[in-house]
């Protein structure tokens, strides 16, 4: 099966940025997507890409957050720049239809104001 392990996340001052990284592998290259989860929240799409690199990412979170994927090394990166403490959450990596809904461990990132 896919197997996913998300990398990067941390504890950052508002305004700050960070990188987020989903390594993939056991699958071929696949559209991608990054989710995150507050506390006491639902689950959120936040950016996806596909196979040939196409990009989208949340309304709310354009201008600020970007995905884009290394094929070489099959991962999928996350950049968030100017991070708002709302950013605060465990974020997730996915496969895009269909999903494996094997949510893993995740990466905190953490906002501090």
């Known amino acids: 099966q896919v197997q996913l392990v998300e990398s990067g996340g941390g504890l950052v001052q508002a305004g700050e940025s960070m990188r987020l990284h989903c390594a993939a592998s056991g699958t071929n290259i696949r559209a991608m997507a990054w989710y995150r989860q507050a506390p006491g929240q639902q689950r959120e799409f936040v950016a996806r890409?596909?196979?040939?690199?196409?990009?989208s990412v949340a309304n709310d979170l354009r201008g600020r957050f970007t995905i884009a994927r290394d094929y070489d090394k099959n991962t999928v990166h996350l950049q968030m720049n100017n991070l708002k403490p709302e950013d605060t959450a465990v974020y997730y990596c996915?496969?895009?239809?269909?999903?494996?809904?094997?949510w893993g461990q995740g990466t905190q990132v953490t906002v501090s104001s």
């Open positions: 996915d496969t895009y239809q269909p999903q494996t809904n094997n």
């Open positions: 890409i596909s196979i040939t690199g196409v990009t």
